[in-house]
């Protein structure tokens, strides 16, 4: 079964034509960054405009890539809840329209079960049950997971969300946005144990996080050490007291996202982890995995970047599994921000 898949959940609008179970046979991405970098973060009322004159051309760009009896699908898949509502509706709209014309069935996706199953495009895959940890800029999420359309939520943020606080923190430093990938950069210069940042409490229980309060940590030890006025003079290269600032940072929610997974393990005995999102691109996230995995004898999946990263595939991946069981959704399903 071949399955157009659309992702639309927030700036960035994904397409892709996929088949079972696992071929992605053309796949295009237009990304909105350069233009909400001037505003240093997600204009949603902008994304949703770029949504609609971008949808129908990508699409038609991303089939014409195709030999043309290759173009057809049986069934549409598009990501539902959660998001942005405005950039959801172009997509669900979109999806409805397209599906009704050519009496096609569709299915709304929940773009957090499309990152925990993006791993499944990938050729090592887990078996279920496994932990799935969702990191990204609006989600900290982690999920016992025990099949398609069967997870049970551990744990959340209870305030911004990991991805969240790398763009604030690099917003704080004047580095544009997004702010994950310099920060993750710079991190590798400075002295990740030159700050000590407090590890937060949640007590909502132990698989719950909070960066919110490390956000501001890093704010008021930027203001400590003038950091503002060093930058004035110089790069941020060439001042070790900001990046032993970022490095210990990024070293605190590592911690964090690990702690939460050993504590998940130890309530449930699971040794699989699945690690997924945005975030799930930090290198230093993903070393630190690598090593636990070895030293606590558990078996990590991280899928590779493009697929950790908002993406058509794992949209049309769950929307495939669901319309072979035929599982469909209605015309009157509405977008849940």
Not at 51 to 58: A, K, M, N, P, V
Not at 301 to 319: H, L
Request: hydrophobic share 40%; glycine share 10%; aromatic share 6%.
């Amino acid at each position: 079964m071949k399955v157009l898949g659309i992702e639309s959940s927030c700036d960035d609008l994904a397409v892709c034509l996929f088949e079972g179970p696992d071929k992605i046979l053309s796949s295009r991405v237009a990304s909105q960054e350069k233009i909400h970098a001037r505003y240093g973060g997600i204009v949603p009322e902008v994304a949703s405009r770029e949504h609609i004159l971008s949808i129908s051309t990508l699409v038609q760009n991303m089939l014409a890539e195709l030999p043309p009896e290759k173009r057809s699908f049986e069934g549409v898949a598009v990501t539902s809840t959660p998001g942005l509502v405005g950039s959801l509706l172009v997509g669900l709209n979109f999806a409805k329209g397209l599906a009704m014309g050519a009496g096609l069935p569709f299915v709304g996706v929940n773009h957090l079960e499309g990152h925990l199953m993006s791993v499944f495009l990938e050729e090592k895959k887990p078996a279920f049950p496994f932990l799935g940890l969702v990191v990204s800029g609006g989600h900290t999420n982690l999920y016992s997971v025990e099949g398609i359309g069967k997870r049970k939520l551990l744990g959340t943020t209870v305030d911004d969300a990991a991805g969240e606080a790398y763009d604030k923190v690099a917003k704080i430093l004047g580095l544009g946005y997004p702010g994950g990938p310099v920060l993750d950069r710079l991190a590798k210069l400075g002295n990740p144990k030159a700050v000590s940042f407090t590890i937060p409490r949640v007590k909502r229980g132990k698989c719950f996080t909070s960066f919110s309060g490390l956000k501001t940590a890093v704010l008021e030890q930027v203001k400590k050490e003038k950091i503002g006025l060093l930058l004035q003079k110089k790069p941020i290269e060439e001042c070790p007291i900001a990046l032993d600032i970022i490095a210990s940072f990024q070293k605190t929610v590592v911690t964090l996202l690990e702690k939460i997974l050993l504590q998940a393990t130890e309530d449930l005995k699971c040794k699989q982890w699945v690690v997924s999102g945005g975030v799930a691109c930090n290198s230093a996230l993903r070393e630190r995995l690598q090593k636990i995995s070895q030293e606590k004898g558990v078996e990590v999946f991280i899928p590779r970047p493009k697929f950790c990263t908002d993406n058509a595939a794992m949209i049309a991946y769950v929307g495939h599994e669901y319309l072979s069981q035929g599982i469909c959704s209605d015309l009157s399903l509405n977008a849940i921000a």
